[in-house]
């Protein structure tokens, strides 16, 4: 009888024990299910907390990543040229250059090459950019670009009478720029910008195009001054 008893009080014990052990596991589980709560609320303050704003959230920090990425685009042409003679390197490229510089990893460059090279003679070249204005020509260049990646890119060119090389518009009309931000750069003998920073704005209508574009004398691009002029107008445009 005691045997039974002492048997019975075991058992009760045993029964005890597992219901506590049960207990005590599942409030330990949720209290972890919570610290890890409380980790994801302190590592994700701008994370979120509902998963509506996640999404946000990621898509704005994926916009901001492209937005800091930058193209610089340009066409420039070597040779013989007015004012500067034989050159290697043209004058809007040593100007994209200094902005390549200052963004550094941030911005990538895409030199707008044509498929058909242009005289090293300077005059035979502007006879060919005559022909190329008259036929409202539209030069190939080599080569592609993902334009998709970059939704801040830089327009480098030189003035060709009066206007952007031909080329420039191949390039405007190839992609689609839409909601894009466009800022023009050139170099010049006397023209400045000879109008075109708006007369591309007018072209790009679906684009945003900042016409505070800089122009600078080809003759004075080549010189290492123009670098801190080409740094003082970017610091200007806050990117
Ligand atoms: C075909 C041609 C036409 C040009 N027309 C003009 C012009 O209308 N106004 C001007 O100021 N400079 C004109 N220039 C001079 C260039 O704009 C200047 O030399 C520029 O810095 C060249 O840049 P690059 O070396 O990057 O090609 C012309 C040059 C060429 C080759």
Not at 128 to 156: H, M, Q, W
Request: aromatic share 10%; with cysteine; proline share 3%.
């Amino acid at each position: 009888m005691n045997k039974k008893v002492i048997g019975i009080i075991i058992a009760v014990v045993v029964i005890l024990v597992a219901i506590i052990g049960v207990i005590y596991l599942v409030n330990n589980d949720s209290l972890n299910k919570e610290g890890s709560n409380d980790t994801s609320k302190t590592l994700g303050t701008t994370i979120t907390t509902t998963e509506e704003n996640e999404e946000e959230n990621t898509n704005a920090n994926l916009s901001t990543e492209k937005s800091n990425k930058i193209l610089i685009a340009y066409f420039s042409r070597p040779d013989e040229n007015y004012n500067v003679g034989n050159v290697e390197v043209g004058n809007t490229e040593i100007m994209a250059g200094f902005i390549k510089d200052y963004f550094g990893d941030k911005a990538d460059t895409f030199k707008i090459d044509p498929v058909k090279a242009y005289p090293t003679n300077y005059k035979e070249c502007t006879e060919v950019a005559t022909e190329e204005l008259n036929s409202n020509a539209r030069p190939e260049f080599k080569g592609n670009v993902d334009i998709s990646n970059y939704d801040t890119i830089f327009i480098g060119y030189p003035i060709w009478w009066g206007d952007v090389p031909m080329i420039i518009n191949t390039f405007l009309e190839k992609y689609d720029f839409s909601g894009k931000t466009i800022i023009p750069f050139n170099t010049h003998e006397g023209s400045g910008n000879a109008g075109t920073f708006n007369s591309i704005k007018n072209k790009m209508k679906s684009s945003n195009v900042n016409t505070n574009g800089l122009a600078i004398q080809g003759k004075t691009a080549r010189q290492e001054s123009s670098r801190s002029t080409v740094e003082n107008w970017l610091k200007g445009l806050g990117l």
